[in-house]
Structure formats: C-alpha cells, structure tokens
C-alpha cells in the first residue's frame, strides 16, 4: 500500500518576541529580512512576497488554521515544528504552544530540535551576513537539563495530533551528530514511563558526511531513522572543468553571487534511490533556496526553480518510498514557510499555489 506521510517542516519565527527586540530591533520577525531583499541580478525573482496568507503574524490563530488547510488540500500530512531550548529557555516558542493548548488547528504535527548555538553572524539587521561570532545563546545539554526538556514537551507528546512512528513520538534533530548518547537514552527512559515505547528520533546527515557511516553512526547511538540534506550536492559531483566554466558563468552573468545552482541540475543530484529506499532513510523534497535575504551576495541560491521541475523532483522522492512499509513512507518537505531561505510551500505572487498543486499531483499520483 503506497501512503506517503508528507511533513513539512515549519518555520515559527514570523511574530515579534523579547530577545529578538533586544539582537536585531523592536519588532524584528522574519518578514524584516524577506521585504528588504533586492534581485543581485537580472532575472533573480526577489523580493519573494506572499499571496493568499500575506505578511502574517502567527499569534494570530486564524493565520495557523489557514496553513494547516492549505497544506492539507495539497495532501502534506503534517507540520514538523522547529523547536529552540537552551537549559529550559525556550525561544519563539509561542505559536507551537498556542497550537498545543488550543487543539487548534487540528492537524498532525511534531518537532524538529534545531539544537545549535546562535551567533551574530547568522543575520545583520540588514538581513546580510554578519562577521562576527558573538554567541547570543548557546546550545548546551545536562543529564538533569534532559529530564527537564522531556517533561516540559509530554504534553505535545500526548496529544493526540502528535505524529507517531512505530507508536513512537517523532523528534526530528537538525545537528543530530551533536545529541549526547545520554539525552537520547533518558528521552527514551522516559517516553518508555510514560506509555510510549521509546522515541523515534530521527537525525539529519549534511551532504559533506558519509552517509553510510553517518547513518550507521547514529543509529548505533539510538536515532530510529536518518535524512541527509543533499543542497549543493550537483556542485561536488562537476569535474574540474565544469567548476571552472561555472564560477565564469556566475561571475559574468550573475554578478559575483558565487554559490549559485540551477534547480535543473540541482535535482538531479537531491536523489540516491540506493540510499533512500533503505527502510529507516526519510528522504526530503526542497521547492527552492535562495539565502540571498539574510546574506546578500554570499547567499546559496538556486535559480530556475518552476513548479513544473519540482513536480519532477517530487515524483523521484515518492518513487523511493513506495516499497517501504506505510509506517516508514515519510517524506521531509524543506520548507513549509522558510521566506528568508526562498524555501517555502505557501502561495507567493509568482506561482500562486503552483508548488502545492505539483505536489498534490504527485501524492495522488503515488496512490494508485
């Protein structure tokens, strides 16, 4: 039975909270950096503005309720939120727990632990790409900080919306070869306490790693499945030459914005149907990449991208879990809402719902 399980990870920055007033300015949201972008080239389609949802602010209930009918009526089964805790600092924290206690909207959902240290330079209140390396807050773990974190997420845990893998809550971890082999092993203690049989983490591998060694690394250290972030990958795989021949490209007709990838061929290196149709590989679908909001001319972007060539990537990923068992037929969308990244899934004034109706194609495509 083909039952892929879409999750769209989901970006809960767009509202204005206390540290972001205090690093960036009063009243600072992501929409800060995606309004001031300007196109570094001709032909570069930016600002990329929002359609039907606009600029909204996700303290406003409706604004989520919206999202999660989108993303259904394209078939994504669920949101994968990203969740920020520093020793039981929580950050942007608001709309995941709005949505918890308020049951609403009723949609699948879990969360993505972007366990990493926040430094300046990730963005300027320009939106460019800063030089220092001031830490803003540190990623730190504790044995007694890993009883504190599972006990203030159990009630997500518990709700009946939270996606379950095997029975096993899902946690998606973006620097998964940073989780200490304790955090993982208390969590699943833990989960186990409370009627679960374990946690179902699930790791992120980059594309500089070995993805055979990286997978069996984590899994020997307790993480259930892996996906690797393959972004950038057609550019190590070009011989000397084609290196060469592209930095001229860019340079002449791209105006020095040097990390710089056509979706065509991007696409078709984002695959490794050897490697992803292995039962505990999720693989991921990316609409698009452009860092250029946040990082100006140093930004990864990706040129090109049409709901025509996604549809294309989207068909190879659903053909690499279709053998796989229903539980296991899960696919990462990078991204639900990421606008500073270009990597987003809602309706913008150029395509309108064109990236929603590709995938929706493809989903009941993959059903018959």
Known sequence: MNNPKIIALYLPQFHPFPENDVWWGKGFTEWTNVTKAKPLFRGHYQPKLPA???????????????????????GIYGFCYWHYWFEGHELMERPFWEVVNSGKPDFPFCIGWANETWKSKMWNKDGSLGAGTKTLIEQTYSEEDDVAHFNALLK??????????????LVFVHRASDLPEHTIRIWNELARENGFPGIHFVGRITLLENYEQSKELLLKRGFNAVTVSRLGSSALKESFCDKILRKIWQVLRYKGCTHLISYSQEIKTLCDPEFDSNEDVYPAIYPNWDHSPRSGRNGFIIVDSTPDLFEKHVAQVLDEVKSKEPEHQIVFIKSWNEWGEGNYMEPDLKYGKGYLEALSRQIEKSKV
């Open 156 to 169: 997500a845990f518990k709700d009946s919306r939270y996606i379950l893998v095997d029975g096993a809550p």
């Open 52 to 74: 039907d949802l606009g600029f909204y602010d996700l303290r406003v209930s409706e604004v989520r309720e919206e999202q999660a009918l989108l993303a259904k009526e394209a």
